[in-house]
T-cell receptor, first 112, second 111 residues
Framework: EPEVTQTPSHQVTQMGQEVILRCVPI?????FYWYRQILGQKVEFLVS????????KSEIFDDQFSVERPDGSNFTLKIRSTKLEDSAMYFC??????????FGPGTRLTVT | EDQVTQSPEALRLQEGESSSLNCSYT??????LFWYRQDPGKGPEFLFT???AGEEKEKERLKATLTKKESFLHITAPKPEDSATYLC????????????FGQGTILTVHP
């Protein structure tokens, strides 16, 4: 069964450093998403991406964040200058034309 | 702004003891209500989509129902392997699929 994959599973970085989180969505899916979940809190929407452009973003997704689909398979989330409060689980999700989104296993980002 | 509230926050059941989880929502033009299961340290796993009041979906020991203001996830004769956090989420009609999640209900089923 096809699934969303994410790398790395755990990333530790120092405050102010840039990080890139990588995702490989399900191959025939068209819509791509990033969410985050701070420990003990709700899953929060960050951004949606369709047809090679951002279709919607939340207030969290400020100028420090960017997304890219550099080729036909990868979908990346970049944080330019990490802050302590960026520590969270980051989930990638994708969907085809139906409404249900399929989530990856997540990347745990720890900012020290 | 879309909002989702789940109750209870935690639920402990004995194996075989049926119960229900609640999800109350407010959304501008419901596009869909979704139930996910999340195991510790893992990503949400899709369970059901509900679109309109009166709709019901079933999968093994789980049944999801929907009204205009809330959804219920009924668990019949649960087993220890049903222990997980159950998440409810909504997508509004004007979004590109953005999901707004509730806090989740942590279900523990004791043998």
């Amino acid at each position: 069964e096809p699934e969303v994959t994410q790398t790395p599973s755990h990333q530790v970085t120092q405050m102010g450093q840039e990080v890139i989180l990588r995702c490989v969505p399900i191959s025939n899916h068209l819509y791509f998403y990033w969410y985050r979940q701070i420990l003990g809190q709700k899953v929060e929407f960050l951004v949606s991406f369709y047809n090679n452009e951002i279709s919607e973003k939340s207030e969290i997704f400020d100028d420090q964040f960017s997304v890219e689909r550099p080729d036909g398979s990868n979908f990346t989330l970049k944080i330019r200058s990490t802050k302590l409060e960026d520590s969270a689980m980051y989930f990638c999700a994708s969907r085809r034309s139906g409404d249900e989104q399929y989530f990856g296993p997540g990347t745990r980002l720890t900012v020290t | 702004e879309d909002q989702v509230t789940q109750s209870p926050e935690a639920l402990r059941l004995q194996e075989g003891e049926s119960s229900s989880l609640n999800c109350s929502y407010t959304v501008s033009g419901l596009r869909g209500l979704f139930w996910y299961r999340q195991d510790p340290g893992k990503g949400p796993e899709f369970l059901f989509t509900l679109y309109s009041a009166g709709e019901e979906k079933e999968k093994e020991r789980l049944k999801a129902t929907l009204t205009k203001k809330e959804s219920f996830l009924h668990i019949t004769a649960p087993k220890p392997e049903d222990s997980a956090t159950y998440l409810c989420a909504v997508a509004g009609g004007t979004s590109y699929g953005k999901l707004t999640f509730g806090q989740g209900t942590i279900l523990t089923v004791h043998p």
